[in-house]
Nanobody, 115 residues
Framework: QVQLVQSGGGLVQPGGSLRLPCSASGFIFNNVIMYWYRQAPGKECEFVADISPNGELTDYDEAVKGLFTMSRDNYKDTVYLQMNKLEPEDTDVYYC????????WGQGTLVTVSP
């Protein structure tokens, strides 16, 4: 079955960096687009980034362009979200996502940006 397992996250000071990994299993990883979303308390889940199956193409929400970088390792079946220059408004739960006939979500990783 499809599984997305996230790790990383935690507390980081403003201006700091964090990398979120998401390991996938249960499907042919190098055939699919992968996504990152985030959700603040009481708000809707919002798109952060996506990456093409071969990793050559990425797309980002305007709010994170130039600050976040999504990448993938198709040998490790893992995607990453490198987040730089984090600010308090980046405090959210981050989710990786894949669509294989339906949507699958990672368990979520809390990122807290605070002094």
């Amino acid at each position: 079955q499809v599984q997305l397992v996230q790790s990383g996250g935690g507390l980081v000071q403003p201006g700091g960096s964090l990398r979120l990994p998401c390991s996938a299993s249960g499907f042919i990883f190098n055939n699919v687009i992968m996504y990152w979303y985030r959700q603040a308390p009481g708000k809707e889940c919002e798109f952060v980034a996506d990456i093409s199956p071969n990793g050559e193409l990425t797309d980002y929400d305007e709010a994170v362009k130039g600050l976040f970088t999504m990448s993938r390792d198709n040998y490790k079946d893992t995607v990453y979200l490198q987040m730089n220059k984090l600010e308090p408004e980046d405090t959210d739960v981050y989710y990786c996502n894949v669509v294989r006939f339906r949507e699958y979500w990672g368990q979520g990783t809390l990122v807290t940006v605070s002094p």
